[in-house]
């Protein structure tokens, strides 16, 4: 049924922006429609998140785009709600639930000679969750184009809904929630926790020569509030009570990564290399290590392949079982927490991508109309190496997805 | 549980060290210095303008499974900005 839904709504948002994309006054207009598809097979814990969504660009004057969007992330699956360390008397169950996130945005770019500013604006809304993001973003180059700086600002303004608890509430007395009945309305067993968010980047592109170009990204991020997950409970005594997980209220985040990229003439392909380094105030070191392939085969057909290799340690406070065993007054003491991506781990990506591309102009427009034509298809699987997560000892069973996506972008 | 959360006197650390924050600023500032070195005219920037050679590739796909992985994993940030192809003069 879920799927059924998500078809139509791909479908129906094809059409809607090949539509709205046919142009009466504007200079250029660019429409993207795509969809992706998250599969992770599990005989308790299975996930399925089809996500469609559709955007439209218009440039009424060369240096002006305006563009809105819209994508759904519609969730079906399983997953249990009471995480436990090896404690033998409690058996861990997956409870099934499903979702539609909704998220409307829209934007504009000024671009002038070597100069661009863009700003845009993101709501997103699903049973128990309520966000809105705006950003803006500038970027100029120097020495002859070869040299491109662009600092960019986000800033979220989330909701999420969790059961009534008040400040006097103890944290292992806090309940988690049990469905998302009675969200964002007056019930009186439900609340709203906000989430502020703050993300700045800056970024560094260069061209060494004709053919090498490089680029050095620092991110900062700032997160204040609730930030555990509402439905997740964990087990912190030894006779199985389990209170609503309890995660620190602030998070620092910081993030540098490098790439370059190198076209190889003779065989006209563009390989890719790239690694990042990130830290939090949670104690987590993440690595990244990155490269990636794309050949022209033909003059319209472009095959990409990429493997990404992913490690991190665990939070300072993370722990498989907090039922005993952690030093009295430690970070394990403090908090507690269910969310397994707090855990050591580590993932390997591997995946590929085709896409075909057509090229008119305003004088030879393909099939009359279009300046510019493409379509994608691409797969890819992650596999994620738990080093210390168990579910009641037991280890998940639901590591690994699979990706699949399709993409056509049009411009009239 | 609740003694331990009352008491607990350790602190989670900072996101960076202040040596290596220092270092990698000066390695930027030394790098930008020497970006103005690099010589690529604006008819050479043929190759650097190609589709392969940009750095945020496809957008909407590269955000989607952006959006998969900040699901899976801890880490965040430092992601694609544009640039790295422009054949404009």
């Known amino acids: 049924m879920q799927l059924r839904r998500a078809v139509g709504l791909s479908l129906g948002l094809g059409f809607s922006a090949l539509a709205l994309a046919r142009p009466s006054f504007a200079e250029v207009v660019a429409a993207d429609v795509r969809t992706t598809v998250l599969f992770e097979p599990s005989e308790t814990s299975h996930l399925l998140v089809v996500t469609p969504g559709a955007d439209v660009a218009v440039k009424p004057v060369d240096f ?36 539609t996130r909704h998220v409307f945005k829209g934007g504009f770019t000024f671009e002038r000679k070597s100069t661009h500013v863009t700003a845009n604006y993101a709501y997103g809304m699903e049973h128990d969750y309520r966000s809105q993001a705006i950003s803006v973003s500038a970027g100029s180059e120097f020495f002859q184009k070869n040299t491109e700086l662009e600092i960019s600002y986000a800033r ?24 998302s009945d009675g969200c964002f309305t ?101 690595q990244t290590y990155e490269a990636q392939f794309e050949q022209y085969v033909g003059p319209a057909i472009r095959v990409l392949a ?107 | 549980m609740n003694e331990h959360r009352s008491q607990s006197s350790r602190r989670l650390s900072p996101a960076l060290p202040a040596r290596p924050l220092v270092l990698v600023a000066l390695t930027v500032v030394v790098a930008l210095a020497s970006s103005a070195c690099a010589t690529v005219r604006p ?24 959006h998969v992985l900040e699901n899976r994993e801890s880490s965040f940030g430092g992601g694609s900005v544009r640039g790295g192809g422009c054949g404009c003069n």
């Open chain 1, 64 to 99: 002006l785009d305006v563009h809105v969007g819209y994508e759904a992330d519609i969730v079906t699956g399983a997953t249990e709600a009471v995480k436990s360390g090896p404690v033998a008397d409690v058996i861990t169950t997956a409870t099934a639930f499903d979702d």
């Open chain 1, 156 to 179: 979220g303004f989330d909701k999420v809904c969790t059961t009534a608890y008040t400040g006097a509430t103890g944290p292992s007395a806090r309940t988690r929630l049990d469905s």
């Open chain 1, 186 to 286: 007056s019930a009186p067993d439900r609340a709203e926790r906000d989430i502020d968010i703050d993300v700045f980047q800056a970024g560094w592109t260069q061209a060494w020569t004709p053919v090498l170009s490089t680029q050095l990204v620092l991110t900062g991020s700032l997160q204040h509030g609730f930030l555990e997950n509402p439905y997740r409970g964990v087990v912190i005594t030894p006779a199985g009570l389990d209170a609503l997980e309890n995660q620190p209220d602030n998070r620092a985040r910081g993030a540098l990564a490098v790439r370059a990229n190198y076209f190889i003439k003779p065989i006209s392909a563009a390989a890719t290399v790239g690694a990042r380094l990130y830290r939090d105030t949670w104690d987590i070191l993440g």
């Open chain 1, 306 to 412: 990429h493997g990404r290799y992913y490690t991190q340690t665990g939070a300072l406070f993370w722990s498989n079982d907090y039922t005993g065993g952690e030093p009295r007054y430690g970070p394990r003491g403090q908090y507690w927490t269910g969310d397994r991506e707090l855990s050591p781990l580590s993932s390997v990506l591997l995946g590929g991508r085709v896409l075909v591309g057509f090229q008119g102009n305003p004088g030879s427009r393909l099939l009359g109309a279009l300046l510019r034509f493409q379509a994608s298809g691409g797969f890819d699987l992650l596999k994620t190496n738990l080093k210390d997560f168990t579910w009641g000892g037991v280890n998940p069973d639901d590591t690994t997805s699979m990706i699949v996506s399709a993409a056509i972008h049009a411009e009239f």
């Open chain 2, 43 to 66: 008819e050479q920037r043929a190759i650097l303008a190609d589709p392969t050679m940009r750095f945020e590739g496809e957008p909407g796909e590269k955000a989607a499974r952006e």
